[in-house]
């Protein structure tokens, strides 16, 4: 089937705007994990949800990132008064289940915030 | 905490030479995952090959293999024949057996294939 998919693809923002970051993880994968990316570094860990149980959200950077999974399906990031901080690629992933440690990316969201 | 150091930030190679990309790791666990993740230009996280720690075999897929030293916290990744598709950036990555089941990378190392 498909893929991990997310959108936007990129996204300007400029200082102080909210934003909201979409993930569409594979079909009936049960975990589905954020990652941030900044420029030329790994990616780090944000948060992670178990169907629609947020988890993990010991990597969220500050109170302005927000993340849920309502229907255990599809989850949205959200980043309120976005600071230039932010700046950065944002990646989700998912798997199977807990325990399957095999993760699948999506292509990210580049999100430029000026 | 777990940590993951790659310590070559670039490396280059002519097309069918052999490379191999250099992880250390830091970690009390006794079990757990480790894996090599590739990022081409467009920038999707793709697997390579990945090696549960209490397997002594070293994992191998294809032209891609591991040479996964446990005692001395050493995880490196050969790739025989390089191929101009193998020019990207390389990612170390580590997770534990149990519980958070979250990725810990290292920075990267960019690969480059000649022709």
């Known amino acids: 089937g498909a893929g991990v998919s997310q959108s936007p693809r990129y996204k300007v923002a400029k200082r102080g705007q909210d934003v909201a970051l979409r993930c569409d993880p594979i079909s009936g994968h049960v975990s589905l994990f954020w990652y941030q990316q900044a420029l030329g570094q790994g990616p780090e860990f944000l948060t992670y949800f178990q169907n629609e149980a947020q988890l993990d959200k010991s990597g969220l950077p500050s109170d302005r990132f927000f993340a849920e999974r309502p229907e255990g399906s599809v989850s949205t990031l959200k980043i309120q008064r976005t600071q230039q901080e932010d700046s950065a690629v944002y990646l989700c992933?998912?798997?199977?289940?807990?325990?399957?440690?095999?993760?699948?990316f999506g292509p990210g969201t580049r999100l430029l915030v000026l | 905490a777990q940590t993951v150091t790659q310590s070559q930030p670039e490396m280059s190679v002519q097309e069918a030479e052999t490379v191999t990309l250099s992880c250390t790791y830091d970690?009390?666990?006794?079990?757990?995952?480790l894996f090599w993740y590739k990022q081409p230009p467009s920038r999707q996280m793709i697997l390579v090959i990945r090696q549960e720690a209490y397997k002594q075999q070293n994992a191998t897929e294809n032209r891609f293999s591991v040479n996964f030293q446990k005692a001395a916290k050493s995880f490196s990744l050969k790739i025989s024949d390089s191929q101009l598709g193998d020019t990207a950036m390389y990612f170390c990555?580590?997770?534990?057996?149990?519980?958070?089941?979250?990725?810990?990378f290292g920075q990267g190392t960019r690969l480059t294939i000649n022709p």
């Open positions: 990555a580590f997770m534990k057996h149990a519980g958070a089941q979250k990725l810990v």
């Open positions: 970690t009390s666990e006794s079990n757990y995952y």
């Open positions: 992933a998912s798997s199977l289940a807990q325990g399957q440690e095999t993760q699948y």
